[in-house]
């Protein structure tokens, strides 16, 4: 079946650095590609996400590229806050018919130290 | 305030006893899920519902069950069946062009 992997685990930054995580997919028919940040006791919120018709995409401090060709995206978080400290997940969907089922990464807990 | 609300924020299962999760979504969407949170791990899909009296097993639906009377309304049931049900359990909304938002979810644990 379809499966994401998610690296690295854990990643700390110094404030103001960049951060860079990784996922792979294993479905070439995945078309949409989410990414969620998850706070201690909260739920998962999108925080930027790309269909397959585009390579890269940005939001102020956050983007994302995909490479369908070796089935990898990625996130990228410049000029990292405290405030980014969080558990990030890449998440893989075949969106088809009324609903899209998310296949998740084991997801990465970024640290950012002041 | 538009969104997906889950209750209790946590809850207590005792040996033998079926437990209720409730969600409930005032964002209008077809889709709900339900997915199961472990330590250091992914969201696992344990149940969809694409509409209206409609529900699909997703990876993990052993030891669970769901109802979809409502559109607004997605409860899951985590039953004596389940033998670890100590998780975060999370409900979601989003229809196949749309993302995917979520409650802020359940913990349940064991007594």
């Known amino acids: 079946g379809e499966n994401v992997e998610q690296h690295p685990s854990t990643l700390s930054v110094q404030e103001g650095d960049s951060a860079v995580i990784k996922c792979t997919y294993s479905?070439?028919?995945?078309?949409?590609f989410p990414w969620y940040k998850q706070e201690l006791g909260k739920g998962p919120q999108l925080i930027i996400d790309i269909r397959s018709n585009v390579g890269e995409k940005k939001d102020q401090r956050i983007a994302v590229t995909l490479n369908k060709t070796a089935k990898h995206f990625s996130l990228h978080i410049t000029e990292t806050q405290p405030e980014d400290s969080a558990v990030y997940f890449c998440a893989a969907s075949k969106v088809s018919g009324g609903y899209n089922k998310l296949i998740f990464g084991a997801g990465t807990r970024l640290a950012v130290h002041p | 305030d538009g969104g997906i609300t889950q209750s209790p924020k946590y809850l207590f299962r005792k040996e033998g006893q079926n437990v209720t999760l409730s969600c409930e979504q005032n964002?209008?969407?077809?889709?709900m899920y339900w997915y199961r949170q472990d330590p250091g791990q992914g969201l696992r899909l344990i149940y969809y519902s694409q509409i209206v009296n409609d529900f699909q097993k997703g990876d993990i639906a052993e030891g669970y069950s769901v109802s979809r009377e409502k559109k607004e309304s997605f409860p899951l049931t985590v039953t004596s069946a389940q033998k670890n049900p100590t998780a975060f359990y999370l409900c979601?909304?989003?229809?196949?062009?749309?993302?995917?938002?979520f409650g802020d979810g359940t913990r349940l644990s064991i007594l």
């Open positions: 964002l209008n969407h077809d889709a």
């Open positions: 479905d070439s028919a995945s078309n949409y």
């Open positions: 979601g909304g989003g229809d196949s062009n749309q993302p995917q938002h």
